[in-house]
């Protein structure tokens, strides 16, 4: 960031923020007019790699607009898409990547319509709850399989299947790691798991969830986007959280939620981590697993006097109440 300049003469202090990408023969100069002192929401980040003095990595927030000067483009990564967007020249309100209206694309106490069942997560019920693969969509061709406990079950039975194969094992604990001797999951085919609860040899309950491996063109374009967030030499939190929203875009929550906690278990003081970590087992539909998370974030938050991220966790741990009020899907056993 080079310069910033404040004009008068309107209601509210609007900023002029001058970039220089990349450094190639004709640089490309962007003006962005912000119209707030603090980028929160943040949109998304300038992308193009530019001169170790100049701003690539920059962030761009909500309600700000950008100006290509010089006839060139930049790239922009949208946290809501996970998208890679071309920015050429003119003014471009960023419209493209908003984003989207939680209040009516979430389950909430005022938007019930889009409220399904939920996962359940507390051990001790009398049916198992698969927690992971955590969504229907994973890069992983062997995940791991885990499941809530069922009180006085004296073992469990995991099948999977598909069109092509089909295996089942016999365990006594509540986590299957995928046997090394079974075929991997393949690229664009959906697959069944099961998970039954016996009690003496009879089964009693069960649970069901569906799993799709992405194909191989479309995991290798996440990993180069995930290369280009890397190659900026962000900090080890900012790169995460960028990743997690290409993850997220896709719905591979279980790479996200998984590197996530990886991050959390170091002790970090970031309440960020922990809130976003909430987030993700709510979105899938584990609110249990997500308390935790949104009462270390609210306790990181209020130690570091981060009023905003304060606010964001108390709003995760009233939505853990909500949909604790709601029916948890239950399965006769077949």
Request: aromatic residues 8%.
């Amino acid at each position: 960031m080079k310069k910033l300049m404040f004009f008068e003469g309107i209601c509210c202090l609007t900023s002029l923020i001058l970039i220089h990408l990349p450094l190639l023969a004709n640089v490309p100069l962007i003006r962005v007019r912000r119209n707030q002192v603090h980028c929160d929401p943040q949109m998304g980040r300038i992308i193009s790699k530019g001169h170790k003095h100049l701003s690539a990595g920059s962030l761009i927030c909500k309600g700000d607009t950008i100006e290509v000067v010089n006839g060139d483009y930049v790239e922009f990564l949208c946290f809501s898409s996970g998208n890679i967007l071309n920015l050429s020249s003119g003014t471009i309100p960023l419209d493209k990547c908003a984003e989207p209206d939680e209040a009516l694309s979430t389950c909430n106490p005022t938007n019930t319509n889009a409220c399904h069942i939920r996962k359940g997560g507390t051990e001790g019920r009398d049916e198992p709850t698969i927690i992971s693969p955590y969504s229907t969509s994973t890069l992983n061709s062997r995940p791991e399989i885990t499941w809530t406990a069922v009180k006085g079950a004296t073992s469990y039975k995991v099948k999977v299947k598909s069109y092509e194969f089909g295996w089942e094992k016999v365990v006594n604990q509540t986590r299957l790691a995928y046997p090394s001797d079974e075929k991997e999951f393949q690229a664009g085919t959906p697959y069944t798991i099961d998970v039954f609860a016996y009690i003496d040899g009879q089964a009693f309950s069960y649970d069901e969830t569906f799993v799709d491996v992405l194909s191989v063109a479309k995991q290798e374009q996440i990993a180069q986007k995930i290369k280009r967030i890397k190659d900026l030499g962000l900090p080890p939190d900012e790169t995460i959280l960028d990743v997690d929203a290409i993850y997220t875009a896709e719905n591979l929550l279980n790479e996200t939620i998984e590197m996530l906690k990886m991050a959390t278990a170091t002790n970090s003081q970031n309440p960020t981590l922990y809130r976003v970590l909430g987030d993700r087992y709510l979105k899938a539909k584990l609110p249990n697993e997500a308390k935790p998370e949104y009462l270390t974030a609210a306790e990181l938050a209020k130690s570091s006097k981060n009023s905003k991220e304060l606010e964001k966790a108390q709003s995760g741990l009233k939505l853990v109440e909500f949909y604790n009020q709601l029916p948890t899907n239950r399965n006769p056993p077949q």
